[in-house]
């Protein structure tokens, strides 16, 4: 079965720092990754997926499958960037339709 | 567009009951999926609903049903309330693609 796994539940760092946030998958196929952002009394939102490459508010995020990790990572944290972060997977086949499987997501905090 | 809505935003219900949810898709989105947040559980996936048909549906009790109506609108339905049906749903929409669009959720509370 696949899984999500974040293994850190809370993230501290300092404006101006850089900043990773470890995903790590386990899913035999070919997965989609994603990143979720919810910021405080916001809804669930897309911040990236791996298949579009791109880079949103400075975050980029990098599919290893050898590693079966999609960290995210973003060079100069902003304080703005606090929230709730959650990896999810959907995989191609019949039976997944319509589903993420998400990790228990990180909080992080950034520092002024 | 406008966003995914989800009506109620906040229900109280007491054991044995039943409750209705209700989800309005972004215009255009056939797909709509349902997930259950805990603070235990995390994000955990219910059903998904395409074109009124159900796909897909996650490990949770006979209790736990849903629909999807022509104009892609969904509903899900808890019978039978518990204690530990206490979450926030969080209905999504999304196009053909795998990307999913969250509504605000309902937070439903069982006495």
């Known amino acids: 079965a696949q899984r999500v796994t974040q293994p850190e539940k809370l993230l501290s760092v300092f404006k101006g720092a850089p900043v990773e946030l470890k995903c790590n998958y386990s899913?035999?196929?070919?997965?989609?990754l994603f990143w979720y952002v919810q910021y405080s009394r916001q809804r669930l939102q897309l911040l990236l997926r791996?298949?579009s490459r791109e880079s949103i508010k400075g975050f980029t995020a990098d599919l290893n499958k050898g590693e079966t990790s999609f960290h995210l990572k973003k060079p100069f944290a902003q304080e703005e960037d606090s929230a709730m972060y959650y990896c999810?997977?959907?995989?191609?086949?019949?039976?997944?339709?319509?589903?993420?499987?998400f990790g228990q997501g990180t909080i992080l905090t950034v520092h002024p | 567009k406008a966003g995914v809505t989800q009506t109620p935003r906040y229900l109280i219900k007491t054991r044995g009951q039943q409750v209705t949810l209700s989800c309005s898709p972004i215009?255009?989105?056939?797909?709509v999926s349902w997930y259950q947040q805990t603070p235990g559980q995390g994000l955990q996936f219910l059903f998904e609903?395409?074109?009124?048909?159900?796909?897909n549906k996650g490990n949770f009790p006979g209790r736990f049903s849903g629909r999807q109506f022509s104009n892609s609108r969904s509903e899900m339905n808890v019978s039978t309330l518990e204690l530990g049906d206490s979450a926030l749903y969080l209905c999504?929409?999304?196009?053909?693609?795998?990307?999913?669009?969250f509504g605000p959720g309902t937070r439903l509370t069982v006495l």
């Open positions: 215009s255009g989105h056939r797909s």
């Open positions: 899913y035999s196929g070919s997965p989609e």
């Open positions: 791996h298949i």
């Open positions: 999810a997977l959907s995989y191609a086949g019949g039976t997944s339709y319509g589903k993420l499987t």
């Open positions: 999504a929409s999304s196009p053909y693609t795998d990307t999913q669009y």
């Open positions: 609903y395409f074109s009124e048909t159900q796909r």
